[in-house]
């Protein structure tokens, strides 16, 4: 059967993000179903960053029988009108996997085209649904419509043994457009390709929407065996680990730090402040992690608890000052809108980070997404009354440059943002008190920022002689 993969764009703050990292969750199932004896193509929206226009002659001029889409939450709108335009030019059964079916199953197949969502993992349910197109009651793990209904059939147990699935299939995406682009504490001019160490998280934060319930993990082998292939296929020189979190267990890290080592490879990853010590950090620095993503997500411990974080103020100032010690680049996650929120968290939160003399690498809004405690809450509490209309809204859900999408504080709407904007100032103001440097580059960030999102790009360029960058811009903002 001739199977065309389709990889949508991610939009944020109205703009479709560059493309930095390989979309794993299809180019597992392109291993999968080439290993049934399927045929695949893949067109990937994200990575070449085709407009609506470029995207429908695509279409045009390709043959397949089946279409196959990985989405999330935030691509919901987006995966509206592809899938709309997809039924215009063909009656290709449509099949959406992701955490998108995997939380909203119902309102995808009543609001969309959409023919069948497959739920969770998708190695083992997507081959077995090509083959039962016509009989989908008897596939585990779906949701489907049939007769005006949507069905659902039991869920599928998940696999267990992680290195039983065969590694992604890399050479169906454009993968030299995704290498080029930098991540998180990564060098620019490195190529980095990114991987998952295991599937799933231990920890039940309100506000987390976790793809998978349990923690299972590959081997320490397997990992090493995947990054040897990428280095000998792709010249890989560092690893973004794209786990949802990688710093698990000590023990697990450290096993993990002694594989990684003589790769000689640079490497970051998302951790925990009450997981990464001292020692285990240094280990982490020898085997070539250059950054950790650390979820401080508040600097009151009073929203910390709130958020079922477990974690404390005082654990997360020791990391950040571990980090900064050793060379390690903590990549500082922070949420501003968690019910509680007032003027007494906000000034807690600016002192925090003027205590450890650091700033978020992003502030981000609260935005309830499916699959979460606190987006079934909103539910609850009548704050969202229709997901279909809400998952519309989701690409913008992140920023102040739109209406609040929901809010749990007791301040008004519109003082929300002038709370968070003034927020951010101040704690900006502290930090480039003693980082002058830094503050000359914030601003030549903003500037090459302005001028990517108004298609400034070439005029940009022009001043800076071509292709180079600005002093201090990272190369993803002018490429």
């Keep these: 059967m001739k199977v065309l993969l389709i990889q949508p764009p991610h939009y944020f703050e109205g703009f479709s993000r560059e493309p930095d990292n390989v979309p794993l969750g299809l180019a597992y199932l392109a291993r999968s179903l080439l290993d049934h004896g399927h045929q695949v193509q893949v067109l990937d929206i994200w990575a070449h960053q085709y407009v609506r226009e470029q995207i429908l002659d695509d279409l045009k001029r390709r043959e397949y029988d089946v279409i196959g889409i990985g989405a999330l939450s935030t691509q919901y709108n987006y995966v509206k009108w592809l899938t709309t335009e997809l039924k215009a030019l063909s009656d290709a059964p449509i099949i959406l996997g992701g955490a998108l079916p995997t939380h909203s199953s119902d309102t995808v197949l009543n609001h969309t085209p959409v023919d069948f969502c497959v739920i969770g993992e998708g190695e083992q349910t997507l081959p077995e649904l090509l083959d039962h197109l016509n009989t989908p009651e008897f596939v585990q793990g779906i ?3 049939k007769d005006g209904q949507v069905h659902h059939t039991p869920e599928r147990p998940y696999v267990q043994d992680l290195d039983t699935i065969p590694f992604p299939e890399w050479d169906v995406f454009p993968t030299d457009l995704y290498l080029r682009v930098n991540h998180m504490g990564l060098h620019a001019g490195y190529r980095t390709i990114n991987l998952v160490a295991h599937r ?23 990992i090493v065996q995947e990054i040897q292939i990428l280095q000998q296929k792709y010249g890989i020189q560092a690893i973004d680990f794209n786990d949802e979190l990688l710093a698990i267990s000590k ?3 450290y096993e993990l730090c002694e594989g990684l080592k003589p790769l000689k490879i640079w490497w970051n990853c998302q951790g925990r402040v009450n997981i990464v010590d001292h020692d285990l950090m240094k280990a982490m620095k020898d085997a070539g992690c250059v950054a950790i993503g650390f979820g401080i997500e508040s600097g009151s411990q009073r929203i910390l608890d709130a958020m079922d974080r477990r974690q404390t103020i005082e654990q997360s100032k020791t990391a950040l000052l ?12 922070i949420i501003f809108g968690y019910p509680g929120e007032s003027d007494k968290t906000i000034q ?3 002192e925090f980070f003027r205590e450890v003399r650091m700033r978020p690498s992003g502030f981000f809004t609260l935005t ?18 229709d997901e279909d209309a809400y998952l519309q809204e989701l690409d913008w859900g992140y920023n102040s440059g739109r209406p609040l999408l929901v809010n ?32 000359l580059n914030y601003y030549l960030q903003r ?9 400034l790009l070439q005029t940009m360029r022009r001043a800076t002689r071509g292709d180079r960058p600005l002093p201090g811009v990272k190369t993803q903002f002018v490429k």
């Design 143 to 145: 949701a489907f419509r």
């Design 447 to 455: 500037i090459a920022t302005y001028y990517r999102k108004h298609g």
């Design 251 to 253: 023990k697990r890290m």
């Design 368 to 385: 309830p997404l499916p699959g979460t405690e606190i987006y079934r809450r909103a539910f609850a509490e009548g704050r969202i009354t």
């Design 348 to 350: 807690e939160n600016i």
């Design 200 to 222: 799933g998280c231990p920890y039940s934060c309100r506000y987390c929407s976790l793809t998978f319930r349990s923690v299972r993990w590959r081997s320490i082998g397997n």
């Design 408 to 439: 749990f504080t007791d301040l008004a709407d519109n003082e929300f943002f002038q709370k968070k904007r003034d927020m951010e100032a101040s704690i900006d103001a502290n930090y480039y008190k003693t980082h002058r440097q830094e503050q």
């Design 322 to 333: 571990n980090a900064r010690k050793l060379g390690i680049e903590p990549i500082i996650q």
